[in-house]
C-alpha cells in the first residue's frame, strides 16, 4: 500500500504535468493564431523579416509542409531542430538506434536521454522548442520488408493535408544499404530527396538533391561498394570507429536545411549537388543527369516520365533576329572609325591584376602610370643662365 508521502509526490507529480500541458497549449494557440507581422511578441519575427526584406514572398507557408528526416544521428537531429525552429508544419522522424553516452559529441542530445530511442528523444526536445509542429515518430528499421512499405506509406501518405505526400524526404542516414532503400523508394513514388553524409574521417560531407528522372539517382552513379555488390558490414575495420566532429555535422545540417528552404519556398537557386572539404575549406559544386541504363527500373521509368512532361511543356518563341542595313550604303570618302591605341597600350593601361580566386574578376583596375606625366624629365638644361638670358632666348624662337 502506498504511503502518504508517495501519494504526495504523485500528486504534485501529476500537478506539475498539467501545468506544463495548460503552458504548452497556451503556446500552440499563440503561435497558431500569430501573423507574418514583424513585432517583438512573434516569436518567428526575424523569420517573417524575410519577406520585408524581398528573399521570401510569403514565409508563412512554411506551416503548410511536410518534411521526413530519415535518421535522426549527428545531421538528421540538428537538421529535424533547424526546421523546428524554422516553423515547419509536420516532421516525420525515423531511426531505430537508442541514445549512448558516446552521442554527447553531438549537438542535439543530452545525457540524461541515454537509453530512449532517438527518435523518442527527438520528439521530446523539439516539441519543447515549438510545440506548433505536428509530430510522427517511428522506432524501426526502414530496410526491412514490412518496415519497408510502411515507409513507404507514410512518405506518399504522411503529409500535413491527410494522404496527400510529403513535400521532401532528408536522408540523414550513415551506410549504404539505408540510402539504396530511400532511393528505391523515392523513385518507385516519384519523391524529391535530398541526400546527405559525413564521411569516416568527420571532416568532408556533402548534400546532393535527387528528383527521380530529372537528376542522378543514388542508383545511377554508385559508390563501389554498391556497384561491386559487397557486403559494407565486411568493410568495418577491428578498433576503428567512424570519426565524428559536431562542426563537420553542423556545417552540413545547415547546407541540408538552407537547400531545402530555397526548395519548399522557392527563393535562391537549389544546388544539386554541394560538397565540403574541411581540410582544404574546398565547396565542390556540380549536377548530375541520370544515367538512362540505371540498375533501378523505376528509376529508369521516371525517365521516361520526365520526357513526356518535357515535351508537353510549351517551347519558348524564337524571335529571329533581323539584320538591319548600315545607315549609309555608300562611302564615296572612304572614312573609317578606328582606334588608335594598340591592344597593348590597352593593357598597360589597365594596371596590375589582383590574384584572385577562380570564378571572381575585378570590375576595374587602377591605371598604370603614364611615362608623359612624368615631370622629371626637363627640355633642356637651364642651370646656370640668369633671367635676362632665358628672356632673350624667347624672344628670338
Not at 537531429?77 to 516553423?87: F, Q
Request: aromatic share 6%; net charge negative.
Amino acid at each position: 500500500m502506498a504511503s502518504i508521502e508517495d501519494l504526495q509526490k504523485k500528486v504534485k507529480q501529476l500537478e506539475e504535468e498539467l501545468e506544463k500541458s495548460r503552458q504548452s497549449g497556451a503556446v500552440r494557440t499563440k503561435i497558431s493564431q500569430m501573423s507574418s507581422e514583424v513585432v517583438d511578441s512573434n516569436p518567428y519575427s526575424r523569420l517573417m523579416a524575410l519577406k520585408r526584406m524581398g528573399i521570401v514572398d510569403d514565409y508563412e507557408k512554411i506551416r503548410d509542409y511536410t518534411v521526413a528526416v530519415v535518421g535522426v544521428g549527428g545531421v538528421g537531429s540538428v537538421a529535424a531542430e533547424m526546421l523546428t525552429r524554422c516553423g515547419i508544419g509536420k516532421l516525420l522522424l525515423f531511426d531505430y538506434d537508442k541514445v549512448e553516452l558516446a552521442n554527447m559529441n553531438r549537438l542535439f542530445y543530452q545525457p540524461n536521454q541515454a537509453g530512449m530511442s532517438k527518435v523518442e528523444a527527438a520528439e521530446k526536445t523539439l516539441r519543447e522548442i515549438n510545440p506548433d509542429v505536428i509530430f510522427e515518430i517511428y522506432n524501426y528499421n526502414i530496410t526491412t520488408m514490412d518496415n519497408f512499405q510502411h515507409f513507404m506509406d507514410r512518405i506518399s501518405h504522411g503529409g500535413i493535408t491527410d494522404g496527400k505526400p510529403v513535400d521532401l524526404v532528408l536522408s540523414c542516414v550513415d551506410n549504404f544499404e539505408a540510402r539504396m532503400t530511400i532511393n528505391t523508394a523515392c523513385n518507385e513514388l516519384g519523391q524529391s530527396w535530398i541526400e546527405s553524409g559525413v564521411s569516416e574521417n568527420a571532416v568532408s560531407g556533402h548534400i546532393q538533391f535527387i528528383v527521380p528522372g530529372d537528376t542522378s539517382c543514388f542508383a545511377c552513379a554508385p559508390p563501389l561498394v554498391v556497384a561491386t555488390h559487397t557486403d559494407e558490414k565486411t568493410l568495418k575495420r577491428e578498433g576503428v570507429c567512424a570519426a565524428s566532429l559536431p562542426t563537420t555535422m553542423a556545417i552540413v545540417a545547415g547546407f541540408l536545411i538552407q537547400n531545402t528552404l530555397k526548395y519548399l519556398l522557392k527563393f535562391g537557386n537549389v544546388t544539386y549537388y554541394l560538397g565540403y572539404n574541411a581540410l582544404q575549406d574546398f565547396f565542390p559544386m556540380m549536377a548530375m543527369k541520370p544515367n538512362p541504363e540505371c540498375d533501378d527500373c523505376n528509376c529508369r521509368k521516371q525517365q521516361e516520365e520526365f520526357k513526356k512532361r518535357e515535351a508537353l511543356k510549351p517551347k519558348p518563341e524564337v524571335v529571329e533576329e533581323v539584320e538591319t542595313a548600315p545607315l549609309h550604303d555608300e562611302n564615296p570618302f572612304e572614312i573609317e572609325i578606328v582606334s588608335e591605341t594598340t591592344e597593348e597600350e590597352l593593357k598597360q593601361a589597365e594596371g596590375e591584376k589582383p590574384q584572385l580566386t577562380e570564378g571572381v574578376t575585378v570590375a576595374y583596375t587602377k591605371p598604370a602610370k603614364s611615362s608623359t606625366n612624368d615631370t622629371s624629365e626637363t627640355v633642356g638644361d637651364v642651370s646656370g643662365q640668369s633671367l635676362d638670358d632665358l628672356m632673350k632666348q624667347m624672344q628670338s624662337l
